[in-house]
Every structure is written in C-alpha cells, then in structure tokens.
C-alpha cells in the first residue's frame, strides 16, 4: 500500500520540530488528531517511528530512515509545485503561427515584440503564406494558431476583421479625388496571384458576378515581387490596406479604394481541432487577439 503524502508530513514535521505540541500548531492540526495519524503510519510500516520522552519525542532507528526519504520526496513534491506554478505565470514552449502573407509585415512585429516583453521563455515561430498552404499547415498541425481568409478556414474558426481592397499603381497612378468601381476595377491590366490564392478568388466571383473577364496582365505570386512590377509600371493590382500600408505612408505607390460597397474580405484565426492548446498557445493567441484590436482602433481594418 502506498504511503499517505499527508501522514508523511506530518510525521516529518514532529521529527523535526521534536514535538507534538509545537507541530501541532505549526500545522494547525489538533494533537489527538497528529496522533492518530502517526499510529497509523507505524501500523501500515509495521515499526514504531517515534519515542516519547519527558522532553518531547525522538525518531526511532527506523523513523530516521523514513525521515531521509520523506524529507528528499516532501522537498521534491514542493519544488514540483513551484515550478508547476512558475510556468503558470511565465508560461514556456514553442508556439508556431502562420500568417497570409499580405498582412504578416503588419501583424506579425507588433505580436511578436509583446511576446517577447511578456512571455520571454515562450519560443515564438512566425511563418508567412498564402491561405491554401496556411490551411495545410493548421490541417496537418505544423501551425498553432493561423490567420487567414474565411472563404478557406474551417468553420469552426474565428472572425478577427474585414480588411479594405484597394487598387494599387504607380506613384502619381491615381489623381487624389478618383473614383473607382469594383466593375471598373476588374477591366484594369491586373498583376494577380494564381487561381489558388484568396484574393484571385474573390476577384474571379466578382466577374462572375458582373458577367466579365478579368483583365489580367500578368500571374506573380509573391506580394513583394507584384509590388516591385507595379512600380516598375508592368500594371496594376488588387489588395489589402495591411500589405500596402507602408507605401501608402511613403508615396512609393499610389492606391485608391473602390466606390461603395467596395470590396472587402474576411481574416479568421484558425487552430487545429481535437487537439488542446497548450498555456503559450493560449498567451499568444490573446496577444495576437489584443494586437488585432488594437491595429483596428488604427484604422488598419474593421475590427470584428
């Protein structure tokens, strides 16, 4: 029978202070009660632990004995809880989240500066891609947490914010006061990513919708490189205000949103399913959500 956790410490208290009246108040327990519990502990060892003396009580042979071990076991059980504890407030552990490709240069500094402030022991892993590869990787669980487009994200995923589309040329492409309709928009020559990524996908039901081809310039995949073909004036292209933001600021590119209703999508977080998150996921999915909010009150996007 395995010994009780509760009898040791007591019987380790007594040994050490020498006495039942001094372990009793230490311990808050009555000493009748110190006494049934240290009969019962000799009863299941089948030895006697302690000696009674007019100056208080002296551990037997076989009570020293116990007395090392249970000490040894007693300072592992607290030192376990201390560190179960400290994990508690500074959580720790790799953390993978993956981030479409467009917003991550606005999104992904911001969480991981607050990760780093708050939480230095967890080992954030930050990925970019493009919503079909992102879907894969939460599929698969080689990603956490992952923030992408709702029209690829599982259902049980949650809504974080609609982000604005905008048209985006050259610098000088736009006068300030032009306007444009989505319907214009889809007849302009347009550097688009392949049919497998989010935005190409939105802009394909669009003219659907309004019974058009898209006017389609040229296919690059990569936000960089399409950015880099539009200010070397090899056409124009289609996106959100997080992947433009910083051109926006220097003037390097031009961009004009589209005439209400415009056109806008929705990024969703997504984790995998049937698969508990662990504390640093949990902290870093409430940092990812605080910066979202934040970025919001900015104007970056709608927050949800």
């Given at each position: 029978?395995?010994?009780?956790?509760?009898?040791?410490?007591?019987?380790?208290?007594?040994?050490?202070?020498?006495?039942?009246t001094r372990a009793s108040s230490e311990l808050g327990v009555a000493q009748p009660a110190l006494s049934l519990h240290i009969r019962g502990l000799e009863d299941q060892l089948g030895v006697q632990l302690l000696n009674r003396t007019p100056r208080g009580v002296i551990a037997t042979e076989a009570g020293r004995t116990l007395l090392?071990?249970?000490?040894?076991?007693?300072?592992?059980?607290?030192?376990?809880?201390?560190?179960?504890?400290?994990?508690?407030?500074?959580?720790?552990?790799?953390?993978?989240?993956?981030?479409?490709s467009s917003i991550c240069p606005t999104l992904s500094i911001p969480v991981i500066e607050e990760c780093s402030r708050r939480f230095p022991n967890i080992?954030?892993?930050?990925?970019?891609?493009?919503?079909?590869?992102?879907?894969?990787?939460?599929?698969?669980?080689?990603?956490?947490l992952v923030v992408t487009l709702d029209s690829v994200a599982k259902s049980t995923s949650a809504p974080l914010f609609d982000e604005v589309?905008?048209?985006?040329?050259?610098?000088?492409?736009?006068?300030?006061?032009?306007?444009?309709?989505?319907?214009?928009?889809?007849?302009?020559?347009?550097?688009?990513?392949?049919r497998r990524h989010g935005i190409r996908i939105l802009l394909e039901r669009q003219a659907l919708i309004?019974?058009?081809?898209?006017?389609?310039?040229?296919?690059?995949?990569?936000?960089?490189?399409?950015?880099?073909?539009?200010?070397?004036?090899?056409?124009?292209?289609?996106?959100?205000?997080?992947?433009i933001h910083a051109e926006q600021e220097n003037g390097t590119l031009s961009t004009i949103a589209?005439?209400?209703?415009?056109?806008?999508?929705?990024?969703v977080l997504d984790m995998p399913v049937n698969h508990p998150p662990t504390r640093a996921v949990i902290e870093?999915?409430?940092?990812?959500?605080?910066?979202?909010?934040k970025l919001g009150t900015e104007g970056h996007w709608a927050y949800l």
């Open positions: 029978m395995a010994l009780d956790l509760l009898k040791m410490r007591y019987f380790t208290k007594i040994a050490e202070l020498g006495s039942f090392s071990h249970a000490q040894a076991i007693l300072r592992a059980i607290d030192q376990a809880e201390a560190a179960t504890k400290e994990q508690a407030k500074y959580p720790t552990g790799d953390v993978s989240l993956g981030i479409l080992r954030l892993t930050l990925s970019e891609g493009d919503s079909q590869g992102l879907r894969a990787a939460v599929n698969t669980r080689v990603h956490d589309l905008y048209v985006v040329g050259p610098s000088g492409q736009f006068a300030p006061n032009a306007e444009l309709t989505v319907e214009q928009a889809l007849s302009l020559p347009l550097i688009l990513p392949t309004f019974g058009r081809e898209l006017n389609i310039a040229r296919e690059i995949e990569g936000v960089a490189s399409t950015k880099a073909a539009i200010r070397a004036g090899l056409g124009l292209t289609i996106l959100g205000r997080g992947a589209l005439t209400p209703p415009g056109l806008t999508r929705r990024l870093v999915r409430k940092i990812l959500l605080a910066v979202v909010k």
